[in-house]
C-alpha cells in the first residue's frame, strides 16, 4: 500500500507562469486508468478565446494542457468547473460557469467530449442560468444491444431557485444525446422553510443504480452566521422515476432527505490561512455494498469562534441511520472521500496546522479499513507555509479537492503551494516544470531567470 | 511571403514570434496529430507574449498552419502571428498570419506595480496601439469621468452569502477635476469589494486613494444602492492619464 507518484501537473511549456492555480478536480476513466482529466481556476495564460484542462494518457505521470473549454477570462479562465469520464463509454463530461457572460451573472455549461486528447472545443449540452459550483459524476450502464449508456449527475446550487437550491441536472443518455433536452434538473432540496442551500452539492453513483446525494440546508442566517442542517438524499434507479431522489426520508417530521447533522454552525467566508471558508462536503458510496455510504462536511462545532471541523460519518443502511464522528479534522478544508473495489475508505483533507507565521497548510491521504477503529494508513503528501505566497484571490487553495478510486487504486488532486522544498514534499514529487531544488527557487524557460512561487495542482496515485 | 497583418490579424494573435523552420510534418506535443500543414519551428524571438512565454526564444513549437496556406521549407525564416491550442512539453499554436522575418516590430512592456507577479514582456506596437484605442473606446462608454480623492467607504447591500456575491460597498469621491457627466463636488458610487475569482480584477478603491474614475449608471442590484457604479478592470486610471485614454476639456 504505497504512494505511486505525486505530481505537479504545470506542463514544462509553462515553466513562466506565476498563476494560482486553485481548486482543482480531477477525472479518471475507470476503462483505462492510464487517461485523467484535471481541472483548476486556471485561464489560458496566452489570453486565448478558451480554457485549459489539464489531461493525461499515462497514468499521471505526465500531464498536458488542452485549450477546449469555451471561454477565457482571467484569472479564472472558466470560473468554476469540473470533470467526470463515464465508466463504459470513456466520454469526458464537464461542469462549468460560463465566463462568457457578465460577471453578475452564473451561466451552468455542462459539456462533452469523446477524446479527451482532442484539441477541438467541448460540445455544449446544457446552456441555462442561475446555478453555482457544478460537480459532475458520471455513472452508465450496459444497454442490451451492448452498447454503453451514460448517465451523469451534476451537482449545483442553483440560486435563481432559491430557498430550495440544491440542485442535480442528469441525464440517463447523456453520450447518445445531441441536444440539451435530455437533461433534466431537478431541486433535492425540498423544504421551503429553508433560507436557503450551501454551495457544495455533491453526488456518489453506485453500479447498481442507486445515487446519493448531500448538501447543506440553511435554517437560519445572521449576518454571514449561519446555522444548517447536512442532508442526504438517495434514488434506487439512477433518478429515472417520477420523483427522483425521494426515497430518504427523515424520522423526526416524514419530510424527503434524511438529516444526518443538525443546527450546524458556521461563519460563511471567515478565513483560515488566506483560505476563505465557503462550505465543505463530500460524499462516497462503498462499490461492495450500496447501502454503505459516507459523509464529510465542515462547520464550527462549538460556534463562531471555535475552529473549522470537518467530520466523518458513516450509514450502513443506505443513508438512513447514522454513526456519529468517526473522524474529525479541526481547522480541515476540502475534504475529499472515495471508497475502494475492498472497502476500504480513502480520505484526502487539506488542514492548517502551527500558529502565526509558522501556520502550514498540511495535505494528508489516509486509508481505514474499518472506519478509523484501528489507525488508519497516513500518507503525508505535502505542507507549506500558509502566508506564501500571498493570495491573489479567494479561493486561495479551492472550495474543493479531487478524489477518485477505480479498482484498488486511488487516485486524487489538490492545489498548494508549489515552493520547491523538498521537505515540503515528505514522501517526494515530481515537477514538469523548471525548478533549481538546491536554490529552492522555480525557472523560466530559460532555465535561469526566476518565475515566482504560486499555488499549482498536484496530482496523486496510491495503490492498495 | 503571404498575408497582410490586419488589425484582426493583431488581436487574434497572442504568441507573435519570428521562427525558423526545424521540419515538416510532425508535432513537438504529444497526442496532438501531424498533416502536412503541420510545421515545427525554432523560435529565433519573441516579439509579443505574456509574461509566461517571453522567455521561450530557442524552444521548439508546433505550429498548424492555416488551412490552404503555403507551407515554407525548412530553413526559411518569418513572422508568425499565432494562437495557442495546447502546452506540454513544448507548445502547439495555430497560425492567425505570417509576415516576412523582420516586419513586426516590438516593445518591452514592464508593467505596472499593481500587478504583484508582474514580469516584463515583449508587446507589439500595433498591438499596444491596439489597446490603447480599446481603452480609449472604453472610456469613451462612461457615463461620469473625474478625478479625485476617495473620502468615504461605507459597506452596502446584504450580507454576502454566496461563494460569488459581489459585496458591494458604495465609495465617495471628492471630485478635484471633472471630465464628464453632471456631478457636484462629490460623487457616489457601488464596487465590488469581493475578492472571490469572479470579481477581484475590478479595482477596490482604498481610502485616500487618488484616482482617475470612470463611472457607469449603476444597473441591476447595484442601482438601488448608487447612482452610478465602477465594475470594470480599466475604469481606474491614474490621473495624469487623461491624454492617453483621449480625454480633454472638463474643469475643477
Given at each position: 500500500m504505497t504512494l505511486q507518484c505525486l505530481v505537479n501537473i504545470i506542463p514544462e511549456?509553462?515553466?513562466?507562469?506565476?498563476?494560482?492555480?486553485?481548486?482543482?478536480?480531477?477525472?479518471?476513466?475507470?476503462?483505462?486508468?492510464?487517461?485523467?482529466?484535471?481541472?483548476?481556476?486556471?485561464?489560458?495564460?496566452?489570453?486565448?478565446?478558451?480554457?485549459?484542462?489539464?489531461?493525461?494518457?499515462?497514468?499521471?505521470?505526465?500531464?498536458?494542457?488542452?485549450?477546449?473549454?469555451?471561454?477565457?477570462?482571467?484569472?479564472?479562465?472558466?470560473?468554476?468547473?469540473?470533470?467526470?469520464?463515464?465508466p463504459d463509454s470513456g466520454v469526458l463530461y464537464v461542469g462549468i460557469?460560463?465566463?462568457?457572460?457578465?460577471?453578475?451573472?452564473?451561466?451552468?455549461?455542462?459539456?462533452?467530449?469523446?477524446?479527451?486528447?482532442?484539441?477541438?472545443?467541448?460540445?455544449?449540452?446544457?446552456?441555462?442560468?442561475?446555478?453555482?459550483?457544478?460537480?459532475?459524476?458520471?455513472?452508465?450502464?450496459?444497454?442490451?444491444?451492448?452498447?454503453a449508456v451514460d448517465r451523469v449527475y451534476v451537482g449545483n446550487n442553483d440560486l435563481a431557485r432559491l430557498p430550495t437550491s440544491a440542485t442535480v441536472d442528469f441525464s440517463l443518455d447523456a453520450d447518445v444525446a445531441a441536444s440539451s433536452a435530455v437533461f433534466s434538473s431537478h431541486q433535492i432540496e425540498t423544504d421551503a422553510a429553508a433560507e436557503r442551500d450551501g454551495p457544495p452539492v455533491r453526488i456518489a453513483i453506485h453500479p447498481d443504480g442507486t445515487v446519493y446525494a448531500v448538501y447543506q440546508r440553511w435554517t437560519k442566517t445572521s449576518g454571514i452566521t449561519t446555522t444548517f442542517d447536512v442532508v442526504v438524499t438517495r434514488d434506487d434507479n439512477w433518478a429515472a422515476g417520477a420523483n427522483p431522489f425521494s426515497v430518504l426520508t427523515d424520522p423526526a417530521d416524514g419530510s424527503v432527505g434524511r438529516r444526518l447533522a443538525t443546527k450546524r454552525t458556521a461563519v460563511f467566508g471567515s478565513t483560515i490561512g488566506q483560505q476563505q471558508l465557503r462550505g465543505d462536503s463530500a460524499i462516497a458510496v462503498d462499490p461492495t455494498d450500496p447501502g454503505v455510504v459516507w459523509v464529510a462536511w465542515g462547520d464550527q462545532p462549538q460556534g463562531v469562534s471555535s475552529p473549522w471541523t470537518i467530520h466523518v460519518r458513516r450509514s450502513a443502511d443506505g443513508g438512513?441511520?447514522?454513526?456519529?464522528?468517526?473522524?474529525?479534522?479541526?481547522?480541515?478544508?476540502?475534504?475529499?472521500?472515495?471508497?475502494?473495489?475492498?472497502?476500504?475508505?480513502?480520505?484526502?483533507?487539506?488542514?492548517?496546522?502551527?500558529?502565526?507565521?509558522?501556520?502550514?497548510?498540511?495535505?494528508?491521504?489516509?486509508?481505514?479499513?474499518?472506519?478509523?477503529?484501528?489507525?488508519?494508513?497516513?500518507?503525508?503528501?505535502?505542507?507549506?507555509?500558509?502566508?506564501?505566497?500571498?493570495?491573489?484571490?479567494?479561493?486561495?487553495?479551492?472550495?474543493?479537492?479531487?478524489?477518485?478510486?477505480?479498482?484498488?487504486?486511488?487516485?486524487?488532486?489538490?492545489?498548494?503551494?508549489?515552493?520547491?522544498?523538498?521537505?515540503?514534499?515528505?514522501?517526494?514529487?515530481?515537477?514538469?516544470?523548471?525548478v533549481d531544488w538546491d536554490a529552492q527557487q522555480l525557472l523560466d524557460l530559460d532555465g535561469t531567470s526566476g518565475v515566482p512561487d504560486s499555488i499549482d495542482p498536484f496530482f496523486f496515485a496510491w495503490t492498495e | 511571403?503571404?498575408?497582410?497583418?490586419?488589425?484582426?490579424?493583431?488581436?487574434?494573435?497572442?504568441?507573435?514570434?519570428?521562427?525558423?523552420?526545424?521540419?515538416?510534418?510532425?508535432?513537438?506535443?504529444?497526442?496532438?496529430?501531424?498533416?502536412?500543414?503541420?510545421?515545427?519551428?525554432?523560435?529565433?524571438?519573441?516579439?509579443?507574449?505574456?509574461?509566461?512565454?517571453?522567455?521561450?526564444?530557442?524552444?521548439?513549437?508546433?505550429?498548424?498552419?492555416?488551412?490552404?496556406?503555403?507551407?515554407?521549407?525548412?530553413?526559411?525564416?518569418?513572422?508568425?502571428?499565432?494562437?495557442?491550442?495546447?502546452?506540454?512539453?513544448?507548445i502547439a499554436v495555430a497560425e492567425v498570419g505570417r509576415a516576412a522575418a523582420g516586419t513586426a516590430e516590438s516593445s518591452t512592456i514592464t508593467a505596472g506595480s499593481s500587478a504583484r507577479r508582474s514580469r516584463p514582456r515583449p508587446t507589439l506596437d500595433a498591438a499596444h496601439q491596439l489597446e490603447e484605442e480599446q481603452l480609449r473606446a472604453h472610456a469613451a462608454e462612461a457615463d461620469v469621468i473625474v478625478a479625485g480623492r476617495v473620502v468615504r467607504l461605507e459597506k452596502a447591500g446584504d450580507p454576502p452569502l454566496g461563494e460569488h456575491d459581489p459585496d458591494w460597498w458604495v465609495a465617495t469621491i471628492?471630485?478635484?477635476?471633472?471630465?464628464?457627466?453632471?456631478?457636484?463636488?462629490?460623487?457616489?458610487?457601488?464596487?465590488?469589494?469581493?475578492?472571490?475569482?469572479?470579481?477581484?480584477?475590478?479595482?477596490?478603491?482604498?481610502p485616500g486613494e487618488v484616482g482617475l474614475w470612470l463611472l457607469h449608471q449603476a444597473a441591476g442590484e447595484a442601482a438601488g444602492l448608487a447612482d452610478y457604479s465602477l465594475t470594470d478592470t480599466y475604469d481606474v486610471h491614474r490621473p495624469h492619464e487623461l491624454d492617453r485614454l483621449g480625454l480633454g476639456g472638463g474643469g475643477s
Open positions: 511549456s509553462l515553466s513562466g507562469e506565476a498563476h494560482q492555480d486553485s481548486e482543482p478536480s480531477l477525472a479518471v476513466n475507470p476503462a483505462d486508468t492510464g487517461q485523467m482529466v484535471a481541472t483548476a481556476l486556471t485561464p489560458d495564460l496566452l489570453g486565448g478565446p478558451n480554457s485549459p484542462i489539464f489531461v493525461s494518457a499515462d497514468g499521471g505521470q505526465t500531464w498536458a494542457q488542452r485549450l477546449v473549454v469555451p471561454g477565457n477570462v482571467p484569472p479564472a479562465g472558466t470560473r468554476d468547473i469540473s470533470a467526470g469520464f463515464a460557469l460560463s465566463p462568457e457572460v457578465p460577471v453578475n451573472r452564473r451561466q451552468l455549461q455542462i459539456l462533452r467530449t469523446t477524446d479527451f486528447l482532442s484539441t477541438a472545443i467541448l460540445s455544449v449540452l446544457v446552456n441555462r442560468p442561475g446555478p453555482d459550483q457544478p460537480w459532475v459524476v458520471a455513472g452508465g450502464i450496459q444497454a442490451q444491444s451492448g452498447q438512513q441511520t447514522w454513526s456519529g464522528d468517526l473522524r474529525t479534522v479541526a481547522q480541515g478544508k476540502n475534504p475529499c472521500l472515495a471508497v475502494n473495489a475492498a472497502g476500504h475508505l480513502g480520505f484526502l483533507c487539506q488542514a492548517l496546522t502551527g500558529t502565526g507565521a509558522a501556520e502550514r497548510w498540511e495535505t494528508t491521504f489516509e486509508v481505514t479499513a474499518d472506519g478509523w477503529a484501528s489507525p488508519a494508513q497516513l500518507t503525508p503528501l505535502h505542507s507549506a507555509l500558509a502566508a506564501s505566497p500571498a493570495a491573489d484571490f479567494n479561493p486561495y487553495l479551492g472550495d474543493y479537492a479531487g478524489l477518485v478510486s477505480i479498482g484498488n487504486n486511488f487516485y486524487g488532486i489538490f492545489s498548494g503551494s508549489n515552493h520547491p522544498d523538498k521537505a515540503n514534499f515528505p514522501n517526494g514529487v515530481t515537477y514538469q516544470r523548471h | 511571403m503571404a498575408d497582410a497583418v490586419t488589425a484582426d490579424v493583431i488581436s487574434r494573435a497572442k504568441f507573435v514570434i519570428m521562427a525558423t523552420v526545424q521540419s515538416l510534418g510532425r508535432s513537438t506535443v504529444a497526442d496532438i496529430p501531424s498533416d502536412d500543414h503541420t510545421v515545427v519551428f525554432t523560435i529565433d524571438q519573441v516579439l509579443h507574449a505574456p509574461a509566461v512565454l517571453a522567455r521561450s526564444a530557442g524552444m521548439e513549437i508546433t505550429v498548424q498552419l492555416a488551412a490552404g496556406s503555403d507551407v515554407p521549407a525548412v530553413g526559411d525564416q518569418m513572422t508568425l502571428f499565432t494562437t495557442p491550442v495546447a502546452y506540454g512539453k513544448s471628492a471630485v478635484d477635476h471633472w471630465v464628464r457627466g453632471a456631478v457636484a463636488d462629490t460623487v457616489r458610487f457601488v464596487f465590488p469589494n469581493s475578492s472571490d475569482v469572479h470579481w477581484v480584477n475590478v479595482p477596490k478603491p482604498a
